[in-house]
């Protein structure tokens, strides 16, 4: 190996340059940055989204052939790592990763420096094998390491900098006054207490976070909010506030704080400048201390435009049309956490009218809707979804929408109101609209009344979207074109698409993709889609993925899908009838967002079935 070559951030950007990975423009970018900022190159092009991190490790390790490391699946032990003082680990951008004898592995941004092996070896008194790392990984295992999170909770508290806790985050229907003396005393109002919980409510909520989970680990804690699906760790208090965040956690959700033995639910609702927004709270009892979960219910963020959320216009259509009828039910399946609740409020949205006597039973409320009567289910006391059912049909309604049709006695109820004049909704956990129906004859409901009663069953996902800021195209290679089933070129009666489906694709795609969806054509009838994906950047955090779509399967019953139910035909039956019928599955509602430019295909790829 040459000790000349790439020793600072110039030469590491020919080596990228040479490599062809970047193009001269973006080199200079990224030199302009480091002029400014006085960060490295390495760091810059993937900051930027110029480059993603393990290319440029790939590239580094080809170079000056040395190993390469991939910190985020590679589990440091703390103990090994702080053989390498904090001060140096940060300055010179180093992680000690193993320790084999007297040899350390050391992951270096730059293992071409050997003043600073040497300084190594003189400190630790190891043997230095030096390998790579990403640079930007590499910084982000470092701070987390070595902050214990004193560093990122000033970064959040001063982001709050001049908040009066006390005036704009409001504890409404905070019930401590009828809490026992003990638990009085034992409540925490320590100034920085109140204001960490203050920060990361508000913080939370300004990040669009769907919920905060609160982590007790032997030795550090963990703040991990779930951004588009996904968790993302944002902070770790110090391990000694323990006790009294949690315990500030229950007061404000009017728990008992004496109690860690069992989990228990509550909810905080707070004023945050001029918003009132619900948390849904949950503790659970771990091994090294209380797990507190906070589900964020943003009434300003619920949105009940279904075309917002992805919806094709037929299947929309569809979906208007059955929610239109006077009786009947529309059932709304997927996992949980997939929006299934979203879209029954947005159906109930729709069909709100002065006129109308509209019925929920949930568990729990997620949102309040204006000019609907929402009931809360509670087992424990025998209010269960059967038991709110049978109430409703005593009540006058017009429409009843049923949290869950978990047993035979909730769908038997639900199918009597749907065949005697009132419209149900409600929601099911099948993985497609043809297993639903097979779902609900599994229960123990006959054949006729299914059959009868159904008007749509709709089965959808949430797929994370591309970031429009760093959006490109490019092409899949075999093994992404193998997992999806579909090849570069198709035709028509390959996909299954109705003519409708290609001819909205085509009228709906957005700029970036007009040009290459020129070759669609529907008297070639050949198929030669663009794909896309997220180069990674600021807006994202380089991730190439920002914000969430829905992928949905309508299945509007047709006098042909009532006679295959009357018959008792299986889920596969159903479905081939379903798709001649013109309906898009799941799969491939999910292709015809990423022939738009809105969802990766890998994402599609995971999250529903060929």
């Known amino acids: 190996m040459s000790t000349t070559a790439a020793t600072g951030p110039a030469r590491l950007g020919d080596v990228v340059l ?35 991190e393990l290319d440029l490790v790939r590239c580094l390790a080809r170079q000056y052939k040395l190993p390469a490391v991939d910190l985020t699946k590679v589990e440091v032990d703390p103990k090994v790592a702080k053989l390498i003082p904090s001060d140096i680990a940060m300055k010179h951008l180093v992680l000690a990763v193993k320790r084999e004898g007297r040899t350390l592995t050391v992951a270096m941004a730059d293992p071409t420096d050997l003043g600073v092996v040497e300084d190594l070896k003189f400190i630790t008194r190891f043997d230095i094998f030096p390998v790579i790392a990403g640079e930007f990984t590499l910084k982000s295992v470092l701070e987390k390491l070595f902050d214990v999170g004193d560093q990122q909770m000033s970064a959040l508290l001063s982001e709050i900098e001049g908040f009066d806790a006390e005036a704009d985050v409001e504890v409404v229907e905070d019930k401590q006054e009828e809490m026992s003396a003990m638990a009085l005393a034992a409540a925490v109002d320590d100034a920085p207490v109140v204001k960490l919980i203050n920060a990361i409510l508000t913080d939370a909520v300004k990040r669009g976070a769907s919920d905060i989970h609160f982590e007790c680990f032997e030795h550090d804690l963990r703040v991990r909010y779930r951004i588009d699906g996904a968790l993302q760790e944002v902070m770790k208090p110090p391990k000694k506030m323990q006790p009294a965040l949690i315990s500030r956690f229950k007061i404000m959700a009017a728990l008992n704080i004496a109690e860690r033995r069992v989990p228990q639910d509550g909810r905080i609702k707070l004023k945050m400048g001029k918003k009132v927004i619900d948390f849904r709270v949950s503790t659970l009892p771990t091994l090294f201390g209380e797990k507190v979960v906070l589900r964020i ?19 929309e259509r569809e979906l208007m049309e059955a929610v239109s009828n006077p009786y009947g039910m529309v059932l709304v399946t997927g996992p949980t956490g997939s929006g299934k609740t979203t879209t029954l409020y947005s159906c109930l949205s729709k069909v709100n009218a002065i006129d109308t006597n509209i019925m929920t039973a949930e568990d729990p409320v997620e949102y309040n809707l204006y000019g609907v009567n929402q009931v809360l289910v509670r087992n424990e006391i025998g209010m269960t979804f059967a038991a709110a059912l049978k109430a409703f049909l005593r009540q006058d309604p017009n429409i009843i929408m049923v949290g869950e049709i978990r047993d035979l006695e909730t769908g038997g109820i639900a199918i009597k109101a749907a065949l005697t004049g009132h419209l149900v909704l409600s929601t099911l956990h099948t993985n497609s609209a043809a297993e639903t129906v097979t779902r609900l004859m599994d229960m123990g409901l006959e054949p006729f009344n299914v059959s009868s009663a159904l008007n749509l069953v709709l089965a959808q996902r ?10 490109t195209t490019y092409t899949p290679d075999e093994a992404e074109f193998a997992a999806a089933k579909v090849t570069p070129t198709m035709t028509l009666g390959d996909l299954q ?5 290609v001819q909205d694709l085509i009228a709906r795609a957005p700029e970036v993709s007009r040009a290459a969806l020129a070759s669609v054509t529907l008297e070639t009838r050949v198929v030669q889609m663009p794909y896309f994906k997220g180069k ?18 309508v299945m509007f019953m047709t006098p042909e899908l009532r006679r295959l139910i009357l018959q008792s035909v299986g889920a596969a039956e159903i479905r081939e009838a379903a798709i001649a019928g013109g309906m898009l599955t799941l799969r491939m509602d999910g292709l015809l967002k990423v022939w738009k430019g809105i969802v990766p295909l890998e994402q599609v790829v995971r999250e529903t079935s060929a």
Not at 37 to 47: A, E, I, Q, S
Not at 497 to 501: C, G, L, Q, S
């Open 497 to 501: 698409f109705t003519a409708e489906a």
């Open 536 to 553: 990674g950047c600021e807006a994202c955090a380089g991730s190439g993925l920002k914000g969430r779509q829905g992928a949905y399967e």
């Open 462 to 471: 949430l797929l994370r979207r591309i970031c429009t800021k760093c959006v």
């Open 297 to 315: 219910l943003d009434k300003g963020n619920l949105s009940l435009d279904l075309e917002t959320f992805g919806i094709e216009p037929r299947a």
């Open 18 to 52: 040479a490599e062809g990975l970047i193009t001269r423009e973006q080199l200079q970018r990224a030199l302009d940055e480091q002029r400014q900022n006085g960060t490295r190159v390495g760091y810059n092009l993937v900051k930027l989204g110029f480059l993603q």
